[in-house]
Structures are given as C-alpha cells and as structure tokens.
C-alpha cells in the first residue's frame, strides 16, 4: 500500500520530468515551477509532474543549483535510517563481488550510481576517506559512517579511523563548511597507510594526498600498461606518485622516465619505486615543454603515458581544454617511432568520450601519423557508471598504436 506523501513538495517542468524518468537524479533550480513555502534546507522532498504525478523523492539544498538531488522512486520507501543503511549494504556487497582481491583499496560509495548523491567513500586498507559534496546527505553522514563500519566489521574488515577530505568547492557551493580531518575520536595518530595494488606497495597519505589520497580509479588501466610494457621504452608524463611508471618497470619494461611538473609527486614517486625496489628515472617538467624537448633530444620511446589533470572542469573552458589534450598528444605521436603505443587519458566528464576519440583523430592529423585503437577503458569496476548519468563516466583511456 502506498505511503501518504507527507515531505514538502516541487513540481517540475515537462523537460526535467522526462530527464527524471530517464534516470538522472539531478533537479535544477530553474526547473521548478511550483513548491511548499517553507523547505528546510536539506530535507526530504516530493517530486511531482507539472500534472501532478509523484515522481520520486529526494534530498533538497537551499543553495546549489542543483536543488534537488532524487534519492528513489518507491512510493512505499520510508526514508529513514535503515534506508540509507541499505545503500551503504548494497554498495558494499558489490564492491565485494566485483574487487574480489582488490577490496583492500577500492571505492566503497561512488555518489549517484550507488544512490548515494554527493558521497564518495574510498578504502586504503584500514583507513576509510570521505568526501560529502550534498548538504542534505551531510545531515545524515553518521548513519552512513556507522553503517560502513558495522558492515565491514561483518565481513571480517578491520577499519581503524574516517578521514573527511571535505575541503572541495562543491561544498561551498551546497552552502557547507569546507575542511579537512579525522572524524570522531578513534583513530589512528598517522594518516598515512600502505595499500597494494597490481602488486605493487603504495604510501598513501590520506591527509595531503591528491583527492582522497590516491587515484583509484585508474586501477585496472595500470594493469594494461604493466602487460604492454615488457621490453620497451616508456615515458610516463604528469606521473604523480609513479603509479603507470611503476607498472611498465614492474611488467619488465626496458626503462621508464617519470615526468611530473611537482617536486614532492616525484619525491614520492622515487620513495615508492624504493619500497619496490623497481628502477625507474625521474625528471621535473611540464608536460607541454617536456615532449618538445625530448623531441629535440632525438630521444627514443616506443611506450608514451598521458594522464594529465583534469584540463576542463566546466563548460565553459571545454574548448581550450581540448586543445591542450590535441596538443600533448599530437607531440606524443611524433615522439613514437611506427609500432609504438600511446596510452591517453582524460578525468574530465565535460571531456565526452566521442569527442576524447575525434580529438585523438585530430592529434594524430596533426602529427602526420596514422593510429588504431588497441582498447578503449574507463574507470575500474569500483567507480560504477549510470548510462543516463554521463558524470559517471568521467574516466576515458584509449590506448592507441602508431601504424
């Protein structure tokens, strides 16, 4: 039997009504055409069609944009605590089924596509990293907390402390505090752990490392790397803390230059190649100037890596974005003797797949040379993608060869 409605209400255009129904969660402001006066900022509210059809219920944010962020469409859901304790059990059992080995360091909570809107949650071995970018799931982050302990603790996971990385510009934007820190009293005194991925022993400082600490993301696109790398000559650009680098030199790669615009990413890429004992060099450069140079140096490659920073993050700075990627890789290209292989990454969801492959056309034009596609990836399985939520698939890696 279904549930009286008894949340405050908004009704919605005709255009976000067919987007709901399609599947994506977010409500814009400009698509409200009618609401209950007064709406607590952050609570539950009902959806209705310009009709009045029930649409679903989400969670609403005085300040964003993004008014409204649908949480389901259950009309018999009481929203409550155990409701968002199953989120957080959903999520978890498919981590365990699709991370099998890797669920030491992995993404426990990916926002939307665990119906979980602006809260990430990755794993490095017993620490858990959050990230709350929605006021309204920001008032309920202690159940959700709680719950991930409880159902770890169930599994046989050992967890000694939450890190909140809650410092992004997303928050300012939902109106919430920005900070950083160990949440509740238990914890352990360092934030710094080590996890092992592809076989590889990582430092990861959950404190002052990139996003939560470390980019999980790219997991399984190391791996193709490590197995492409065997016997040839790589040059792994914007490296960070070495993880592509370390992969060719683990998988018997002949040499392997790290390249990385930051002095203490190459610090730790160094301090990581060590605690391995893999040998690769390392060089402090931008990645525009870098290729170039090498260029001019007759240096030879037969294996280039580009995973660069995000270029874009709005629409707005698309287009020079894209010609920053064009550029890089069309440099690339000319680095690569015929037979050469080219892995390409981009982490911005305002960079479309389709248009990450014309560009990669484009570069090759450019370059004068011809390319064929080897595989084209994502993110890992951890970093699950909603196919009418294209923000969900923000990770593209193309590797491509040189023919």
Not at 163 to 180: I, P, W
Not at 182 to 207: A, L
Not at 344 to 372: N, Q, W, Y
Request: aromatic share 10%; with cysteine.
């Amino acid at each position: 039997m279904k549930q009286t409605r008894t949340f405050p209400y908004a009704k919605v255009t005709k255009k976000q009504e067919l987007s709901l129904k399609k599947g994506h969660p977010w409500i814009y402001e400009d698509e409200i055409t009618e609401s209950s006066e007064e709406i607590e900022n952050g609570s539950f509210i009902d959806v209705f069609s310009s009709k009045g059809s029930w649409l679903g219920t989400g969670l609403y944010s005085a300040a964003s944009k993004i008014r409204i962020r649908l949480l389901g469409a259950n009309a018999n859901e009481k929203y409550d605590d155990s409701f968002f304790a199953r989120r957080v059990k959903y999520a978890v059992q498919y981590r365990l089924d699709v991370m099998a080995d890797d669920f030491g360091a992995c993404r426990l909570i990916h926002g939307e596509a665990d119906g979980l809107p602006g809260v990430t949650v990755d794993r490095y071995n017993n620490l858990l990293v959050a990230e709350i970018a929605s006021y309204g799931m920001d008032l309920h982050k202690d159940v959700l907390y709680q719950a991930l302990l409880d159902e770890l603790k169930a599994h046989g996971e050992v967890i000694d402390g939450i890190y909140e990385r809650n410092e992004g510009d997303l928050r300012a934007k939902e109106g919430l505090r920005q900070y950083k820190g160990w949440y509740g009293g238990n914890h352990p005194e360092s934030p710094v752990t080590e996890i092992t991925e592809n076989g590889i022993i990582y430092e990861v400082d959950v404190e002052n490392g990139q996003k939560t600490g470390f980019f999980l993301d790219q997991k399984y696109n190391r791996l193709a790397v490590k197995k492409l790398a065997k016997g040839r000559k790589v040059l792994d650009c914007c490296t960070h803390t070495g993880s592509f680098a370390l992969n060719a030199a683990n998988g018997g790669a002949e040499s392997v230059l790290a390249v990385d615009i930051s002095e203490s990413a190459l610090e730790m890429a160094k301090k990581n190649a060590e605690r391995n004992g893999l040998k690769i060099d390392l060089r402090q450069a931008d990645v525009f100037d870098i290729l170039p140079e090498l260029r001019s140096e007759h240096a030879k490659f037969d294996f280039i890596i580009l995973d660069p920073p995000a270029f874009t993050k709005s629409r707005r700075t698309f287009h020079n974005a894209r010609s920053g990627y064009r550029q890089i890789n069309c440099e690339a290209m000319k680095l690569l003797p015929r037979g050469g292989y080219l892995a390409s990454a981009s982490c911005s969801h305002f960079m479309p797949k389709e248009e990450f492959r014309r560009m990669l056309a484009d570069a090759a034009r450019d370059a004068g040379v011809t390319i064929r596609i080897v595989e084209e990836r994502h993110a890992a399985p951890d970093h699950p993608v909603l196919p009418d939520v294209p923000e969900t698939e923000y990770l593209k890696f193309f590797i491509v060869q040189i023919i």
